[in-house]
């Protein structure tokens, strides 16, 4: 898809406030009856069954296909395997030629939306009719494609389908939903009753009986099956399993992870050819089932990407996805959306496909949390960014700033000092840039950037250094870009509390970026030359423990930095054992008081009960696994009284700079979370993430607010 086009799809999206309100009261409705439809369960143990049985399946993928259709053919049905999109649409048309097939009903199958069957169909002077009330919705409405991949028609109310139905029926139809569903099953019907064969997909299918099971809440599967003498289901080899068993913990799952209900309405499973009307009798229906590979072996073998063919086609991951619940299914331009949509394309479709796509993914990982097949979505787009970046390259703004700037420390620091004494004209004296002027308005649209540091922290910490009487602790203070050029007083609040705690802290000053920004953006030759770099400048401090307070940098330092130079001999040790000791400042903390044999406390007089209300950012919960340890340090400090706010781990939309890339989706994310903020009555909110306290000031500065934004440790140096 050309850029423009997909851009006009995204503000489209944006703009559509229907859209965005429906897929807005699903998503809150949905995480609430997820996590009740869950209970009692043990989630943990039921994905990993899942991603045991799927993981192994993709694995040998030959040997089950072969099976299965050993299995298919001894009950009498035909299973023909295609290779593509265009070698299954041609047999399907061949089977239906064959019959003299002029009506075609269907029930949901993405798979025959991934090969462009009813188009290919038509072209051919057959009819397919879509069945599935809401793809049937679609249907009648050209151009309009699917938001959602459970519930394709979810964009539209009633009053727009209300519509579509009096412009097919040629009368007025109101805006009422039963009579809508009547008028669904009055039409629909007829088709079932005239049409030559019925075409399903499948959600399982498995090799050691034959069978095919299909999950539905509608009628319309078993009708499309049962009723047309010949059924042809269209299969992916990913929902291969070995036996009849292991469709249990996927029926257990797929209802809960999709719709939050403990069964479908319907759980159909077809074991060859069944009973069929023939003329005027009664035979044995014809059963073809079409093995589609379409890039799924060659994704089954590729050691990356191979995890993602555990997808059972829930569709969690978009039904918590901060950006899905703007912009819709709608926006991602082919058949699978999402961030598990966006690694699909590049396989099933081209890599080129994906590529806008996948940028859509702010990396927040609630996809990763939800996953009932516990696919690492998260980093599986970095990895699908990586190689769009090797075959197309960085765009020229991005590949000046990394390749130009971030990747030059030196140069780096240099314009930031220089930033920091021009930045008058923009900054007006305040603390904060409010307006930016033309191209970079968008910028400061809905939330002000912050002023450049006038001293970087590197240059303040001669005064903060000094070798303590009895230190228990030598920790190097890894302080990331944005506290040692933009907010150095978080650096100062560190070294003051570590010292108060018995830990000498010292400040590598050869330290650099930490290629986050680089890893984000796909840059893999930038990322990797900044670990090496940042690893042997945090050697030489000769430091017990590595210490940061930014959990993105966290994560860099004990995770991307050993994926990154894994198999370099001179330098993947050296990551690892840079890794085992890095620790986050508000961990850290928590660990010394309880190696003291108590809670953390604060040491200083009680000032009077300040509401404090807490920002889990989405590195610091989801990967550190942090949050509680975080509420435990602030709890325990005289005077603060937690007041949890509505969606404490939801985005904030910061995501590094993705808020540059998609500053109009950026905008919306942290709207939603500055209302939660101000519907908390605190007044002051915490949060350990540098990044996410830019983002959560500059928003509540646009706002005019006085809720203040303080980093864990800021709020801990202050108890004295």
């Not at 005027?280 to 890039?295: A, P, R, T």
């Not at 220089?418 to 308005?441: C, D, E, K, M, N």
């Not at 961990?587 to 953390?600: C, I």
Request: net charge positive; with cysteine; aromatic share 6%.
């Amino acid at each position: 898809m050309a850029a423009k086009e997909f851009r006009e799809r995204l503000h489209k999206a944006l703009n559509n406030a229907s859209l965005r309100g429906a897929l807005e009261r699903f998503a809150d409705s949905y995480i609430i009856s997820r996590e009740e439809v869950y209970r009692g369960k043990d989630f943990a143990a039921l994905r990993e069954k899942i991603a045991a049985i799927k993981g192994d399946a993709a694995g040998r993928y030959e040997e089950l296909a072969a099976q299965f259709t050993r299995a298919v053919e001894a009950r009498g049905g035909k299973v023909f395997r295609a290779h593509d999109a265009a070698a299954a649409r041609e047999y399907i048309y061949q089977v239906a030629k064959e019959h003299g097939v002029t009506d075609v009903v269907k029930s949901k199958s993405f798979a025959s939306e991934e090969i462009h069957l009813n188009e290919y169909l038509q072209e051919r002077g057959i009819t397919p009719h879509e069945t599935d009330l809401a793809e049937w919705i679609l249907q009648l409405m050209p151009g309009e494609r699917p938001s959602h991949m459970v519930m394709p028609a979810i964009h539209l109310p009633k009053e727009e389908v209300a519509r579509v139905f009096s412009r097919y029926l040629g009368e007025p139809v109101e805006p009422d939903i039963k009579n809508m569903v009547r008028i669904a099953r009055r039409e629909l019907r007829k088709k079932f009753l005239t049409a030559g064969m019925g075409i399903s997909g499948a959600n399982i299918a498995v090799a050691e009986t034959g069978t095919i099971v299909i999950c539905t809440n509608e009628g319309n599967a078993r009708l499309a099956t049962t009723v047309p003498p010949v059924h042809v289901a269209i299969v992916g080899y990913e929902k291969l399993v070995p036996k009849l068993k292991d469709i249990v913990p996927i029926l257990e799952a797929l209802p809960r992870s999709g719709t939050a209900q403990p069964i479908t309405s319907y759980v159909t499973m077809i074991t060859g050819p069944v009973p069929a009307r023939k003329g005027d009798g009664e035979g044995i229906k014809e059963l073809h089932v079409v093995l589609l590979d379409n890039g799924r072996t060659r994704m089954a073998a590729d050691p990356v990407f191979k995890e993602a063919l555990q997808c059972i086609r829930c569709a969690s991951c978009t039904n918590v996805c901060p950006v899905f619940q703007l912009v819709s299914g709608q926006v991602y331009g082919y058949i699978y959306s999402g961030g598990i949509g966006s690694i699909l394309t590049a396989f099933f479709n081209s890599l080129e496909d994906a590529a806008d796509p996948q940028s859509l993914c702010i990396g927040c990982r609630r996809c990763a949390e939800v996953c009932p097949a516990k696919i690492n979505i998260p980093d599986l787009v970095l990895k699908l960014r990586e190689r769009v970046v090797e075959k197309q390259g960085l765009s020229r703004a991005y590949r000046i700033a990394l390749h130009g700037v971030v990747a030059k420390p030196r140069l780096m620091h240099t314009m930031l000092r220089a930033a920091s004494r021009l930045q008058g004209p923009v900054t007006h004296g305040r603390p904060f840039i409010r307006h930016l002027p033309l191209y970079f308005s968008s910028f400061t649209e809905g939330r002000s950037l912050p002023a450049i540091a006038r001293v970087p922290l590197r240059d303040r910490v001669k005064n903060l250094e000094g070798a303590l009487r009895k230190s228990r602790l030598r920790a190097a203070f890894y302080s990331g870009c944005v506290i040692d050029f933009v907010y150095p007083e978080i650096g100062e609040a560190v070294y003051k509390v570590l010292g108060r705690e018995g830990v000498e802290v010292t400040f590598p000053q050869g330290q650099a970026c930490c290629g986050a920004p680089a890893i984000y953006a796909g840059d893999r030759e930038t990322a990797v030359s900044l670990a090496k770099l940042n690893i042997a400048a945090l050697e030489e401090a000769k430091a017990d423990v590595i210490v940061t307070a930014c959990p993105t940098c966290a994560v860099a330092l004990k995770k991307n930095f050993i994926e990154l130079l894994a198999g370099d001999p001179a330098w993947e040790g050296r990551a690892k054992d840079l890794a085992a000791r890095v620790k986050d400042f508000t961990q850290l903390v928590h660990e010394l008081k309880k190696s003291e044999g108590s809670a953390p406390e604060g040491k200083g007089r009680d000032r009077g009960i300040v509401k404090v209300t807490y920002h889990d950012s989405c590195h610091f919960k989801r990967h550190l696994g942090l949050d509680r340890a975080a509420r435990e340090v602030l709890t325990s400090q005289p005077g603060i009284e937690l007041v949890e706010m509505r969606e404490s781990d939801r985005c904030c939309g910061f995501g590094g700079s993705y808020s540059v890339k998609y500053p109009e989706i950026s905008r919306p994310i942290l709207e939603r979370k500055l209302k939660n903020i101000m519907a908390s009555g605190a007044e002051i909110v915490a949060t350990d993430c540098p990044g996410c306290i830019l983002q959560l000031r500059g928003g509540l500065d646009q706002t005019g607010s006085d809720i203040q934004v303080k980093h864990t440790a800021e709020i801990l140096a202050n108890k004295d």
